[in-house]
């Protein structure tokens, strides 16, 4: 079916507010590795993955198989009964978790579950419905999780179950205190210590949870500095505040540096979240993370009808071990690294590039106005200009103008510098409109 009338179609039966890229909106048809060809057989690299989420790349075949294998044998079972598969998965990822002593896995269906389901455990083994989130988060979809995103245009309800209060991450985007500390060691220390004054004057003192992402995702990929997050978690420790570490985007290696993102500050959380990349597109999420948290429910309290199906497990388990029979954790350190490079350097060409972040291939470009002021319509442009010259990226940040760059880990070189070429390019034709219009 030709794009135009499937997005006719797509319009008449499907919400108005979901957003589509592109003016002229494509759909993907095949992939292979971190390409990808759409309807009309025009091919692209692909360096957003489905929303971070392809991370050892499509159609892979040893992810393929065991899904086919398993889909012969038994589609469903559900939690009622015994699942292989769902064990040596939670077994797989407690091996390579960064938490020490007596863990659990709990599976679910997506990111924004598996976050409510961190929720849910926190303020039931405290006690508490008192939760603090950092602005520029994004956590999910349903009520709960809304009430911890910290971005205004992500929040169609201020309905939420839990009594959140919202700390600042020390980055320009989204700390009123960038600008009075000119190290970035010390915005990271004031910011830290604004959470014990949050805990001190906007709740009971008696918090269940702290939740962040080390690098915020929908946020426009900002990093979130060790320094930062190291005194957090000392502060929380003093009032027994458990840290939960939303990994839906940061985990598996993508952060290059580590397997988690979280290693990278050394802090040792309480629960980690993931989904995305852990099943590289089937639909499954988890919360891993201390026995004692996880086990705080009563027997029989909760259930989730999917979590662990036996498809998504044998798929995720499949792809965890690419993962790292390929060590794609280096890859995305060492193609990343230098992807990062080139992006720094045309940051030095154009003017348009406000800020080059993040780490290993969870990287951003921050588009920006001739006043140095974030610029949505023009990092729309730049999306275009790439699509036009066959590479997929991403959109985020609260005003839209952070390019989110995240390609599955098994680009090459060649292929990354191939994109950084495009986006030499894009740049310079968004700019190039600027002048003119
Ligand atoms: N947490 C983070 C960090 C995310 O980026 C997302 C999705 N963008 C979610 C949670 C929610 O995941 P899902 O869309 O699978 O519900």
């Known amino acids: 079916m030709k794009p135009e009338e499937l997005y006719e179609r797509h319009r008449a039966v499907l919400p108005d507010w979901i957003s589509l890229y592109y003016e002229k909106p494509i759909e993907l048809v095949r992939g292979e590795g971190y390409r990808v060809w759409d309807s009309e057989g025009n091919e692209y690299l692909d360096f957003f993955g489905g929303i ?9 075949p040893e992810i393929v198989e065991a899904v086919k294998e398993q889909a012969q044998k038994i589609f469903h079972s559900s939690t009622l009964y015994l699942i292989e598969s769902q064990v040596r998965l939670a077994e797989k990822l407690i091996s390579l978790s960064p938490i020490s002593g007596e863990q659990k896995v709990f599976f679910v269906g997506s990111g924004s579950e598996a976050n409510e389901a961190a929720l849910l455990f926190a303020t039931t ?27 205004g245009s992500w929040r169609p309800t201020p309905r939420t179950a839990l009594d959140v209060s919202y700390a600042m991450p020390p980055h320009r985007s989204y700390s009123p205190l960038y600008g009075r500390h000119d190290d970035p060691e010390e915005l990271a220390r004031a910011c830290a210590e604004d959470v014990r004054s949050l805990i001190e004057t906007s709740t009971t003192g008696r918090v269940a949870a702290f939740i962040a992402e080390p690098i915020q995702g929908v946020g426009g990929f900002v990093e979130l500095p060790p320094a930062y997050l190291s005194r957090v978690k000392e502060i929380l420790d003093e009032y027994g ?17 580590h397997f988690w993102g979280i290693e990278q500050s050394g802090v040792e959380p309480d629960l980690i979240t993931m989904a995305k990349g852990l099943g590289n597109g089937l639909a499954i999420g988890a919360v891993m993370g201390r026995a004692g948290v996880i086990d705080s429910l009563s027997p029989k309290q909760h259930i989730s009808t999917f979590g662990g199906n036996p498809i998504s497990t044998a798929g995720a388990l499949a792809n965890l071990e690419y993962i790292l029979k390929n060590d794609l954790q280096k890859n995305a350190d060492e193609v ?3 992807l990062k490079e080139r992006l720094v350097a045309l940051a030095g060409e154009h003017r348009c590039v406000g800020e080059v972040r993040g780490r290993g291939l969870m990287l951003a470009i921050e588009i920006v106005g001739p006043g140095g002021e974030p610029d949505g319509a023009a990092a729309a442009r730049f999306l275009e200009a790439c699509r036009e010259r066959g ?9 839209g103008n952070a390019i989110r760059i995240a390609p599955p880990l098994t680009i090459t070189r060649e292929a990354a510098r191939r994109a950084a070429e495009v986006f030499d390019e894009a740049l310079a034709e968004v700019e190039s409109k600027e002048k003119v219009g």
Do not use: C, N, P, W
């Open 52 to 60: 971070v989420t392809t991370i050892s790349g499509h159609a892979v």
């Open 125 to 151: 083994y405290r006690s508490s419905s008192e939760v603090i989130a950092l602005r520029g988060s994004y956590h999910g979809g349903s009520f709960g999780t809304m009430g911890i995103t910290g971005q």
């Open 241 to 257: 505040v458990l840290f939960v570490s939303d990994e839906v985007q940061t985990a598996f290696g993508r952060t290059g540096s």
């Open 336 to 338: 990343g690294g230098y």
């Open 391 to 399: 590479v997929l990226v991403g959109k985020g940040g609260l005003r």
